[in-house]
């Protein structure tokens, strides 16, 4: 196992779920941080708890992935010695909405391509070639069970995470002749705040998407990434699906109700 710590982490989507919980285990491995999300204060806020907590140095920034020209931007304004990012955790993403592909309503697939396709590409376009340079690092995306099989409700959120999917391994092979690793995690249930956005809000439907089962965490798959981000130079691993239990695939769980 390699020590993560003094490793510079750069984790989108840190106000939240997965992304916060990232934030939070590599802190605790020793890892200094850069974070980024859309809400400033929550993150502020995350961002000083992490310092007082692991003593760790954390960088964290405003960003909507969306916005291509800020992306640029604040990646070309890192302080030099934020440049050097061994590890880039593609994290920031949604679902918006839930209903057959004739009644979706066409914002939501803006949102939701604007964000877990375009916005992941805008910032690995920004930091991949940073790696480059050093001949080093770790891009870890997160995929999702919808990137492997699609559900009914869910095509454009599942062709987003297709996509995800596509680009891990594209950017794999663009990159094999360097010692840059590339994987994805695709987990299947995971209680964060991920169904209450889905349900533009609505706490009660979001949790009857967990009811009868126990979800994963997103302590769960964050432990599961920085099993990812500390195996040794010469591993990689590709991909990670990761499920709860009691489910079988994006369709199929077993729920005591
Ligand atoms: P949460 O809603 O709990 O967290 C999402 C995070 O993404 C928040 O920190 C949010 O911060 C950030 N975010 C959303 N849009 C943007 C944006 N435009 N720019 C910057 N940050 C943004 O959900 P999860 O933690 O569950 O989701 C994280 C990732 O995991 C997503 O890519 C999701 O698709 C994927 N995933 C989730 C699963 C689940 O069951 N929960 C299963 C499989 C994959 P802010 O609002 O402050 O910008
Ligand atoms: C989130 C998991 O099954 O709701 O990506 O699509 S699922």
Redesign the pocket.
Known sequence: MESLKNKIVFI?????????ACAEEFARAGSNLIL????PD??NSISEGLRTEFGVKVFSFE????DRKAVESAVASFPEEWKAIDILVN?????KGMSKFYEDDPDNWEEMID??VK?LLYVSHAVVPLMVKRNSGHIIN????AGHEPYPKGSVYCAS?HAVDAITKSLRMDLVETNIRVSSI?????E???SV?RFGGDEEKAKNVYRGLEPLT?KDIAETILFMASRPAHVVIADVVIFPTHQASATISYKKV
């Open positions: 989108t989507g840190a106000t939240s779920g997965i992304g916060k980024c999300a859309r809400r929550l993150l960003l909507d992935v969306r994290n920031a993403g949604l679902a964000t877990n916005g997160l995929g999702s069970i995470k695709d987990p299947g249930m995971v964060t705040n991920f956005i997103g």
